[in-house]
């Protein structure tokens, strides 16, 4: 039988290539994640670290992501994947989010839901 996980992200899903902002790094101009970004995915690892797998995934799954946006404005889908990628890495459960691992995001689409923003991530 397949492994299969389940997260729940709640809050506005947020991206980072349109959430950065630019700062003085020892007088280079460095690109950083915007504060809103930081505190999202600092919330979102806080919300699905406890769950994650013993060691990290590092076998090819699928992961679903099914974005709930609080509004009907056009999203990049794209950009919103890559920061759950990243999220998922950097929380631990996978192991990196190249194709060798993240195969497929089959079946990931943006929704809306005004009243529970969220995004909820299956992987398989």
Do not use: F, W
Not at 21 to 48: D, F, H, M, W
Not at 68 to 81: I, Q
Request: charged share 30%; hydrophobic share 35%; proline share 6%.
């Amino acid at each position: 039988m397949a492994t299969y996980y389940h997260y729940t992200i709640e809050g506005r899903p947020i991206t980072k290539k349109n959430s950065q902002r630019i700062v003085n790094n020892g007088g280079r101009p460095t690109i950083i994640q915007s504060k809103q970004y930081k505190a999202y995915e600092k919330t979102a690892i806080l919300q699905i670290r406890k769950d994650r797998p013993k060691t990290p995934i590092d076998y090819p799954v699928e992961v679903t992501c099914l974005y709930y946006m609080p509004t009907r404005r056009r999203v990049d889908m794209l950009n919103l994947l890559a920061a759950t990628h990243d999220i998922l890495v950097k929380a631990e459960i996978l192991k990196d989010d190249n194709s060798d691992i993240v195969c497929s995001v089959d079946g990931s689409r943006v929704l809306y839901d005004k009243i529970r923003p969220r995004v909820e991530i299956m992987i398989r």
